[in-house]
């Protein structure tokens, strides 16, 4: 079965600031895609960034980029210019390709991110 | 705007009762989930359907069913509520490899 690590249960960054959040993974499949998902108070999960695994280059999202490293299988997420807007908990996220989508995310423990003023 | 709606944000029941936690999406999505969340456990799924009238277990099915009778609509069920089931539950649907929409979740406790 696979499993998603997040081993940072807490992060603080002061505003402006760059704060990397980490994940590793574990899985046999050769294809998956990762994600990362922030739920703010209001609780709505909103996706962040996805990466297939099949891709070399690294997504980007404007502030938001990751670190994919698969033969390590780390999957961290570099948030850049952080801002208040940003504090909320962060989930990394595993779904293995096939399936057609009807396969469900496997999810860390995640990681409360604090933005200092 | 797309929108996966989870009939009710908050929700106090009995022990022992029979709990119904709706979800409803409007995308024409063909697969639908039902994830429970805990404080520092993340989120674990429960059930999660592909197509009307199936569905399939996911990590911890225990003292939880499911129905799907329409596309979409995907309700949760616990039989006989018990206080080890006071959690939030998220609803999610997709209909690719990518895109997984969420509801707000409904927060349970169970008394």
């Known amino acids: 079965a696979q499993t998603v690590t997040q081993s940072q249960p807490e992060m603080s960054v002061q505003e402006a600031e760059t704060v990397t959040l980490s994940c590793t993974y574990d899985t046999s499949e050769s294809d998956y895609y990762l994600f990362w998902y922030k739920q703010p108070p209001s609780r709505q999960m909103i996706l962040v960034i996805r990466q297939e695994a099949y891709k070399q280059q690294n997504a980007t999202e404007n502030r938001f980029s990751v670190n994919f490293q698969k033969a390590a299988k780390s999957f961290s997420l570099k948030i850049s210019d952080s801002q208040l807007g940003d504090a909320a908990m962060y989930f990394c996220?595993?779904?293995?390709?096939?399936?057609?989508?009807?396969?469900?995310?496997?999810f860390g423990k995640g990681t409360h991110l604090i933005i200092q003023p | 705007d797309v929108k996966v709606t989870q009939s009710s944000r908050y929700l106090v029941k009995r022990t022992g009762e029979k709990v119904f936690l709706e979800c409803v999406q409007d995308m024409d999505h063909e697969n639908m989930f039902w994830y429970r969340q805990d404080p520092g456990l993340g989120l674990r799924l429960i059930y999660f359907s592909y197509d009307v009238k199936m569905k399939e277990k996911g990590d911890i099915p225990e003292g939880y069913s499911v129905s799907r009778e329409k596309k979409e609509r995907f309700s949760l069920i616990l039989e006989s509520a018990s206080t080890n089931q006071t959690s939030m539950y998220l609803c999610?649907?997709?209909?690719?490899?990518?895109?997984?929409?969420f509801g707000s979740g409904t927060r349970l406790t169970v008394v």
């Open positions: 999610a649907s997709s209909s690719n490899n990518y895109g997984y929409t």
């Open positions: 996220a595993y779904r293995r390709y096939s399936g057609g989508g009807a396969d469900g995310l496997t």
